[in-house]
């Protein structure tokens, strides 16, 4: 079947605007995460759903940033007053059930740039 | 928190020789580790793992090797070729967590293949 999907593949915004990102997981996955990959940061979490529900936001970098699924499928991230420090890749993975062990399967990712 | 070390963060080689990566881990609790190549503009794609309970997985031409004692995991490609070429990163999670704290990736290390 079709792998993670994420839209829109590239995103130029003005700073103070707000945007949103969406991921499709693979179909059947209940477990979705989200990482920020910028210049000499490297790959960073963000945020993982089981389900609709995320236990813990302390990885979200501030509280201009949250995040939502629904249905147990698509999820949205939602940057709030965009700020330059926010340009970054946005990446997507989901996985089967959310184990530690399990594979992460990554989306193309979400090329954000803010001016 | 889980802290992933990872070196070179360049490597060179001809083409046909063997390439080695390393990583180190802080957290003794980390029981799985995924590589993952990312080519550009692409997001990152799984290509090989190891969990906890193996001390070396061989793939074709790739095999990680783990060492529990040390904190310490490797990945060897052999008979590199041109396609070889990409950002390779390690990372590490722990499954008492269940997927909730995601993995922690190394900074990268850009692999070039000379033909």
């Known amino acids: 079947g079709a792998g993670v999907s994420q839209s829109p593949s590239n995103k130029v915004t003005e700073k103070g605007k707000d945007v949103e990102l969406r991921c499709d997981p693979i179909?059947?996955?209940?477990?979705l995460y989200w990482y920020r990959q910028s210049l000499g940061q490297g790959l960073e979490f963000l945020i993982y759903?089981?389900?609709?529900?995320?236990?813990?936001k302390s990885g979200l970098p501030s509280d201009r940033f949250s995040a939502e699924r629904t249905g147990g499928s698509v999820s949205t991230l939602t940057i709030q007053r965009t700020q330059q420090e926010d340009s970054a890749v946005y990446l997507c993975?989901?996985?089967?059930?959310?184990?530690?062990?399990?594979?992460?399967?990554f989306g193309p990712g979400t090329r954000l740039l803010v001016l | 928190g889980e802290n992933v070390e990872q070196h070179p963060s360049t490597l060179s080689v001809q083409e046909g020789d063997s390439a080695v990566i390393k990583c180190t881990y802080s957290?003794?609790?980390?029981?799985?580790f995924p590589w993952y190549k990312q080519e550009l503009g692409k997001g990152p794609q799984l290509i090989i793992d190891?969990?906890?309970?193996?001390g070396e997985k061989k793939d074709q031409r790739i095999a990680v090797t783990l060492n529990k004692t040390a904190k310490h995991f490797s990945l060897h490609i052999t008979e590199t070729q041109p396609e070889d070429s990409a950002v390779y990163f390690c990372?590490?999670?722990?499954?008492?967590?269940?997927?909730?704290?995601?993995?922690?990736f190394g900074k990268g290390t850009h692999l070039i293949i000379q033909p």
């Open positions: 993975a989901s996985s089967l059930t959310g184990t530690g062990e399990e594979t992460q399967y």
């Open positions: 179909s059947g996955h209940t477990a």
């Open positions: 759903f089981q389900g609709n529900s995320a236990p813990d």
């Open positions: 957290d003794s609790a980390s029981n799985y």
């Open positions: 190891i969990r906890s309970n193996v």
């Open positions: 990372a590490a999670s722990a499954d008492s967590g269940g997927g909730a704290d995601g993995l922690t």
